[in-house]
């Protein structure tokens, strides 16, 4: 992967499916996080949406990790103790060297 002072962030991988709660209702079960160690998140970019009910603001994150991580667009990412969603499919970025080849992936939060 790439140069491990780029890659210097461990995250935690939640992978979720759609199914239903302890109550019956239909809802996304988050299963057991794992560690994923050489990561990045970088900041992308934020809007903030204003009405007369709310403030919300949404921000992005560019996420690069592990080729073999098996992320999926449903699965949550933790760093530093805040959950972000994948927004959008994950990739798998390709590279002259396999050396250099990643996942990449936006995440999104919600606040307000």
Not at 46 to 66: H, N
Not at 67 to 86: F, R
């Amino acid at each position: 992967m790439f140069n491990s002072l780029l890659m210097d962030q461990t995250v935690v991988h939640i992978p979720r499916h759609y199914g239903e709660d302890d109550r019956g209702n239909d809802a996304w079960i988050e299963d057991p996080g794992r560690e994923v160690m050489g990561c990045s998140v970088q900041p992308l970019d934020s809007a903030e949406y204003l009405t007369s009910a709310s403030d919300q603001i949404v921000s992005r994150w560019q996420f690069f990790g592990p080729k073999d991580m098996g992320l999926k667009a449903t699965d949550l990412i933790e760093v530093d103790g805040e959950k972000y969603e994948v927004d959008g499919k994950p990739g798998l970025a390709k590279a002259v060297t396999p050396f250099l080849t990643h996942t990449s992936a936006v995440l999104k939060e919600f606040t307000g």
